[in-house]
């Protein structure tokens, strides 16, 4: 079923970075901004070809050091080093099972 997104409204500015618990529980309707932090969650990279070639996974799925200390020395730099798929699918992975 679909639904409309929100209608915009002159508070929505004041929304923060992550969506409210009372939102996620369902208690609380969405503000545009806050259906864009959820969809956006839900985002995942444009496949690529080299999805897979790089070697940047280790054997148990997870990623390696050296992809992470790479993308922390660029971040630094102010840099958005570019995530590929199946970086993203491990860290996602990785996160799920620290819960």
Do not use: Q
């Amino acid at each position: 079923m679909k639904t409309n997104w929100p209608t915009p409204l002159s508070r929505d500015w004041k929304d923060g970075t992550k969506i409210p618990p009372s939102v996620r529980k369902g208690t609380k309707g969405h503000s545009l901004a806050t259906k864009v932090l959820e969809e956006e969650e839900k985002m995942w990279p444009t496949p690529t070809a080299n999805d897979g070639k790089r070697g940047e996974i280790n054997e148990d799925g997870t990623v390696k050091d050296s992809w992470k200390k790479r993308k922390a020395k660029w971040a630094a730099k102010g840099v958005n080093m570019h995530k590929p798929l199946d970086i993203a699918v491990a860290l996602d992975l990785e996160k799920k099972n620290d819960k």
